[in-house]
């Protein structure tokens, strides 16, 4: 039972190190420092004269599902009309997207169709609008997204405004039913702000982000992640990545099962990583390497100790319910099924309880083997002190036996 204590605190430890530990770090350092060197940087509107001339890039591969709706929800930015571009570049689809782009065209949409079929990703689609167009800003958005009418104008405000930052991301909100994925983009937006703030060094998100063209005119052809390779360029040219407090973009396609949750958080924990672990193009500096090195332990080893934890847990549970009587029994698995609707109806914890519902089980046993060791210390504490004192073979006193 030792060694499954062990095995189990330790896993913890670890988990807690990795997920927890550097966010209390940054929340800390927030604390202190925010009153002094990270106040609200959001400016306030600007007039339509002082806005920068911007395009919007759509990268697109086979979403002739979402593309007129995404030229339709565009068309409801509140950004004057003669200073916003819209590009809609596609890497060589195979279904209706162009078609669906031109007859969009047709109905009067103030749109720029590329194909550029020979590229390997969004990254290369990407880089090859930036190194063509003129304008100084970029905002990218995905076409399968929705963005508030003022996300567009927020963002380009900000970035403008400010000539310390490079890349500015919007926070996102997954449209799902699964509270699990609302809840992790929650903690998400949480610890790129954190990260953005006190470190410059902010994850983004492709559902809708704004950059200054440079950065995005040499992104890696093969990175499966073009967000989190802008926010490194950014820091290779000495400029700062955050998140708005004010831009807030849907994502539309979204996991709404468990199966397709875990299989969309497998793809882009893979994209991360690979994206992460990528040779830099420059000096990134300290601060985004700590980045790095963070989210990669984290993506990398924190569902192997998870695994382990949860492992832990159910042997020791086992152990436990094979020592606990039957009315121990039955109060343990009715705590579970307890804890199991608390899992399933309240959003926040939701692996800490699990984890603690498993634990639940293996009290009676605890509580047994502790009742047991509790009566030997008593037996012992009697024989020790209410037996008459007896005299040794010198003559001398000695405690009872």
């Not at 004010?246 to 468990?258: G, H, K, S, W």
């Not at 980045?291 to 492992?311: E, T």
């Not at 436990?320 to 039957?326: H, R, T």
Request: aromatic content about 4%; proline content about 4%; glycine content about 8%.
């Amino acid at each position: 039972m030792i060694w499954l204590d062990l095995w189990l605190w330790g896993g913890l430890v670890s988990v807690a190190a990795l997920g927890v530990v550097y966010w209390l770090v940054l929340e800390l350092v927030d604390l202190v420092m925010g009153s002094r060197s990270h106040r609200d940087r959001s400016v306030s509107g600007s007039d339509d004269d002082q806005l920068p001339d911007i395009a919007v890039v759509v990268a697109t591969t086979n979403e002739e599902d979402w593309i007129e709706r995404k030229l339709a929800d565009l068309a409801t930015t509140r950004y004057p009309r003669q200073k916003m571009r819209v590009i809609v570049v596609d890497g060589g689809s195979c279904d209706r997207t162009l078609d669906c782009g031109r007859n969009a065209q047709a109905q009067g949409a103030a749109v720029e169709l590329v194909s550029v079929p020979w590229t390997r990703g969004k990254a290369e689609q990407v880089a090859e609008v930036a190194r063509h167009v003129d304008e100084s800003i970029l905002v990218l958005t995905d076409a399968d997204s929705r963005l508030e009418p003022l996300t567009v104008r927020q963002l380009v405000e900000e970035l403008s405004s400010r000539s310390d930052l490079g890349v500015l991301g919007a926070r996102v909100i997954p449209a799902t039913r699964l509270p699990l994925e609302r809840w992790h983009w929650k903690v998400v937006n949480r610890l790129w702000s954190l990260e953005g703030r006190n470190l410059g060094c902010a994850g983004v998100s492709g559902v809708c982000y704004a950059a200054r063209r440079e950065l995005l005119t040499d992104l890696p052809p093969d990175s499966m992640a073009e967000d989190i390779s802008a926010t490194r360029a950014a820091a290779s040219a000495g400029l700062r990545s955050e998140i708005s407090s004010r831009a807030v973009a849907y994502e539309l396609r979204v996991p709404n099962d468990p199966v397709s949750l875990v299989e969309t958080r497998r793809r882009r924990g893979r994209a991360y990583v690979r994206a992460f672990e990528a040779p830099s193009a420059g000096d990134e500096g300290w601060r985004m390497l700590l980045c790095r090195l963070v989210r990669c332990a984290q993506l990398r080893l924190m569902p192997l100790l998870v695994g382990l934890v949860a492992a832990g847990a159910v042997a020791r549970t086992g152990l436990a319910l094979a020592e606990a009587s039957s009315l121990q029994l039955t109060l343990g698995v009715g705590s579970m099924l307890v804890a199991a609707l608390v899992i399933l109806s309240v959003r926040p914890l939701r692996l800490a309880l699990l984890l603690g519902s498993l634990e639940i089980l293996s009290l009676p046993g605890l509580l047994k083997r502790w009742g047991s060791r509790g009566e030997t210390v008593a037996v012992n504490w009697r024989r020790r002190y209410d037996e008459p004192p007896v005299l040794d073979p010198l003559g001398r006193y000695s405690e009872g036996r």
